[in-house]
């Protein structure tokens, strides 16, 4: 079940998908995923470490992806008695031709602080990335409550 999101969720099954093309899609993402964090009954810390991580990874969809477009599906998860959010962040923009290099801290290719991807990854409890070149960039998150 995909619910845009103009329709927030009302359920922890609803997946919300936000199209990523511009800086109010932002916005749009740091607020879905912290009302996802709110149902899945996130803390404070594991709200702000999600939050934070998804919206690296929607900035690295505006800066790197062709035309700067992509998507984030961002859902409540649970696996047994934990609950969390996962979301995932993918774009057809060129991919990362050196992944190794890319997910070491401080590596950027535009003069950034290059914390992006190894910070997103660090924040999280699961990450997973998958690119190439020609392919586009695909990100998975998931932070679980403690």
């Known amino acids: 079940m995909t619910i845009f999101v103009d329709n927030p969720p009302a359920d922890l099954s ?3 998908t936000v199209t990523i093309d511009g800086e109010a899609d932002l916005l749009r993402v740091r607020s879905t995923m912290r009302d996802c964090a709110h149902r899945a009954g996130l803390g404070l810390t ?3 470490k999600v939050v934070t991580a ?27 008695p ?14 990362i031709a050196d992944l190794d290099l890319a997910m070491r ?22 990450f997973a990335i998958d690119s190439a070149p020609g392919r586009g960039t695909r990100v998975e998150i998931c932070q679980w409550n403690r």
């Open 46 to 48: 594991a709200t702000t």
């Open 82 to 95: 934990r609950t969390g959010v996962r979301a995932v962040f993918a774009d057809r923009g060129p991919g």
């Open 105 to 126: 801290s401080g590596y950027s290719t535009v003069g950034s602080l290059g914390l992006g991807l190894p910070g997103s990854r660090r924040l999280v409890d699961e």
């Open 14 to 16: 609803a997946v919300t």
């Open 54 to 80: 998804g919206s690296e990874l929607a900035r690295n969809i505006l800066r790197y992806a062709t035309g700067g477009q992509g998507v984030a599906s961002i859902e409540a998860a649970s696996s047994g």
